[in-house]
């Protein structure tokens, strides 16, 4: 899978660019038309500060990593609403990087793990209606429905664990049937799914 790298900064195009160099990846200092469609984009948050938002919009129709020296909750919301499919930490170890990727190029969203559980905290925190989550349950056992809600209130599998008196595994394991019963790819979507 192609890699493009829209960024203005030599030293972090050169830092990513040393970490996937057999993807052979483009860099880019402004935006372009002429990004293969099946490709990712990982885009320097100061480099797209130049561009409005309808030229990003129009970029984030490819897979778009964000990468921020200085990594902010809102600035997160603010890519991942206009599209993007990542944000992340531009001096990130390089495992996190390969994760990133590898999401992105199944076509899933990356986040690094403190984000994730503040936009699960933030969603917990907006008013829901009860019948809309229990109806959307439906389809789950009593204990699955028991571990969806926990996991949508953004509990670790070890706190479930701990709270529901089964183990690890078993939490795991009711976490895959949840994800595949209804539709949802992990904790992030489901916390949306119940709290929209």
Known sequence: MKLYILCD??????????????????ILTEISDNIDADSILFA??????QF?????????????MVFSSTPDFSQAQYYLHLGAMGYGNAMMHESHLHSA??????????LHPDFILMMVG????????QKNS??????LSQREREVALLLGEGQTHQEISNILNITIRTVKAHATAI???LSVKDRLALSLLLHS
């Open 9 to 26: 900064n030599i030293e972090m195009s050169h830092r990513w660019e040393n970490v996937f160099p057999l993807s052979n990846p483009s």
């Open 44 to 49: 320097y948050d100061m480099t797209l500060k």
């Open 52 to 64: 409005q938002d309808d030229a990003i919009r129009n970029l984030f129709l490819h897979r778009v």
């Open 101 to 110: 990727f590898q999401a992105l190029s199944e076509g899933n969203i990356w």
């Open 122 to 129: 933030q969603i917990r925190e907006q008013k829901t209606s």
């Open 134 to 139: 229990l109806e959307i349950l439906s389809v």
């Open 179 to 181: 994800y595949q019963k």
